[in-house]
């Protein structure tokens, strides 16, 4: 069964660090980008960073760059989002997704989420 | 960056009517990179559309979409009582990505 699982998330101070996994299984890791989706309880989706099967290529959201960085582990099929410098605007459910096929593709697969509470 | 504006917010229909939704970009993109997602209280989204037009697997054929340039579109022809959900487009053809804000499909 091809699955996401994301770990990572709880309770944070701003201006605080947290670190994001994403752990995957049913499928060739290394074959497809991945990326980063965060949604704030009740309201829509926000795309946050996406990164290329090789780490070659990569993007942010302008509302997280400078202060998340995005990265995957290809021997452990797993993909981190480091998040620094936190706010209370960060706070949000994060989804790790996978792209369908290509690097430019729509997003097949999704993880349940992890929550991240920014707040003193 | 590429702005997807969806309307109406808000769709009040009854089982067996037909849902049309709009997603509008600020500029034009290719249709390639048009995806929508339904997405239920509780879960993650789920894939439906992408390519502005090619139904992602297992997708029931009462949805279609299509659109190109600015304007694209989500029909559910009839609609089920689980396709009551918020709707959300996506482009992916450039950095970076967006979504829009969603259409929510309730039970009128």
């Known amino acids: 069964e091809v699955q996401l699982v994301e770990s990572g998330g709880g309770l944070v101070q701003p201006g605080r660090s947290l670190r994001l996994s994403c752990a995957a299984s049913?499928?060739?890791?290394?074959?497809?980008?991945m990326h980063w989706v965060r949604q704030v309880p009740g309201k829509g989706l926000e795309w946050v960073s996406g990164i290329s099967w090789n780490s070659g290529s990569i993007g942010y959201a302008d509302s997280v760059k400078g202060r998340f960085t995005i990265s995957r582990d290809n021997a452990k099929n797993s993909l981190y989002l480091q998040m620094n410098s936190l706010r209370a605007e960060d706070t949000a459910l994060y989804y790790c997704a996978k792209v369908q096929n290509w690097a430019n593709d729509a997003f097949d697969i999704w993880g349940q989420g992890t929550m991240v509470t920014v707040s003193s | 960056e590429i702005v997807l504006t969806q309307s109406p917010g808000t769709l009040s229909l009854s089982p067996g009517e037909r849902a049309t939704l709009s997603c509008r970009a600020s500029q034009s993109f290719s249709s390639s990179y048009l995806a929508w997602y339904q997405q239920k209280p509780g879960q993650a989204p789920r894939l439906l559309i992408y390519g502005a037009s090619s139904r992602a697997t297992g997708i029931p054929d009462r949805f279609s979409g299509s659109g190109s340039g600015t304007d694209f579109t989500l029909t559910i022809s009839r609609l089920e009582p689980e396709d009551f959900a918020v709707y959300y487009c996506q482009q992916y053809g450039s950095s970076p990505w967006t979504f829009g804000q969603g259409t929510k499909v309730e039970i009128k």
């Open positions: 049913g499928f060739t890791f290394d074959d497809y980008a």
